[in-house]
């Protein structure tokens, strides 16, 4: 019997010495990063935020300043600088558009061959080309305004004055019609059957003005042939008068309802027609009254009744402006007014 129980108790105690043996084992290898694991987890609960930076860091600067970036870098800073000092107007967003481009510009130069970030290059060089397109636009929306030596002559004198930019002297002709050219004697237009749809102005030469058989004045160069048409008359109306070229003449013809439907948005431009073609209809009346003054001189100082023969002259009367008139039309080659 103290057999049988004598071999369980030598079994324990060989399993015993077998586990004691691992277990040392184990603990010394393993010990040492194990500890050295739990020390710093131990150690790290105790940690201050400045416990982690540098020896000597603590504070603003506390290790100095870096040293001045590369003058790529200073270059696009001063562009950047430039384009916050901007004026107003459209050359003033050329000077901006053109600072932020050449900022950007040094800005991707720096990325790339200094930096070496791509993300940083790729970001201002896209910055770089939106810039260069706006200059792009904006120069051609700047670009000179050039004109013939008719048209540019007839800018000088009329529009200029009233401070009319060729920019808008050009909107104005862009719904012209054409430059028409009417031979000595050729009309214009025909009483009671041209229709009013057009706006001519005389870029050279000279026409006559006649109602019913009877001339009422001469229209020059640089004036409107139906500036009285302009206010108040439709384009299904017809011509009172007939204008007929007394020499080789060009006029410049719009489109009248085109023109009208153009400028109505601008109202300094409609404001320039309106002036211009008002001006025109007063030299007429004046011309036209002027007439009627030498005339009623010439009779021996009538005075008629009706306000009709101050426009338009009786048959019966001749009087000296008829004489050179017919006398011009009959041979157009002399010279006489």
């Known amino acids: 019997m103290s057999k049988v129980t004598e071999g369980p108790d030598v079994l324990r105690m060989l399993t015993d010495f077998m586990f004691n043996s691992v277990t040392n084992v184990t603990s010394d290898v393993v010990s040492p990063t194990t500890h050295s694991a739990i020390d710093k987890t131990q150690s790290m609960e105790n940690y201050t935020d400045f ?26 800073n001063t ?13 003033g967003l050329l000077y901006l558009r053109a600072t932020l481009m050449l900022a950007c510009l040094f800005f991707s130069l720096w990325a790339w061959l200094i930096l070496c970030a791509f993300d940083t290059f790729l970001w201002n060089a896209i ?51 054409e430059i028409q050219t009417l031979k ?28 019913g058989g009877h001339q009422l004045h001469i229209i020059d160069s640089h004036q409107f042939l ?55 209809v007063v030299k007429k009346l004046m011309l036209i009254t002027e007439t009627s003054n030498n005339e009623i001189s010439l009779c021996g100082g009538e005075n008629p009744t009706e306000t009709s023969r101050l426009l338009v002259p009786s048959k019966e009367i001749r009087t000296g402006m008829d004489v050179v008139l017919n006398r011009h039309l009959d041979s157009p080659g002399e010279m006489i007014f």
């Open 226 to 280: 139906d500036s009285p048409e302009w206010f108040g008359v439709t384009s299904d109306d017809c011509y009172q008068v007939t204008v007929t070229a007394l020499e080789e003449s060009r006029l410049i013809v719009w489109h009248r309802d085109k023109l009208k439907l153009s400028i109505c948005g601008d109202t300094f431009l409609q404001a320039v027609f309106d002036n211009i073609l008002g001006k025109d």
């Open 127 to 177: 910055f770089t080309v939106l810039n260069l397109v706006h200059v792009c636009i904006i120069l051609y929306m700047l670009r000179p305004v050039r004109f013939t030596h008719e048209i540019e002559l007839l800018y000088q004198d009329l529009f200029k004055p009233l401070h009319t930019s060729r920019r808008q002297f050009q909107k104005a002709l862009a719904c012209m019609k």
């Open 79 to 91: 562009f950047l600088f430039l384009s916050y000092m901007a004026p107003t107007g459209i050359h």
């Open 184 to 211: 000595a004697k050729e009309p214009y237009c025909l009483e009671n059957v041209t229709h009013v749809d057009r706006l001519s102005l005389v870029l050279s030469g000279r026409l006559i003005v006649s109602q």
């Open 51 to 76: 416990d982690f930076l540098p020896p000597n860091s603590i504070g603003v600067c506390a290790n100095g300043w870096l040293p001045p970036n590369h003058l790529l870098f200073q270059l696009a």
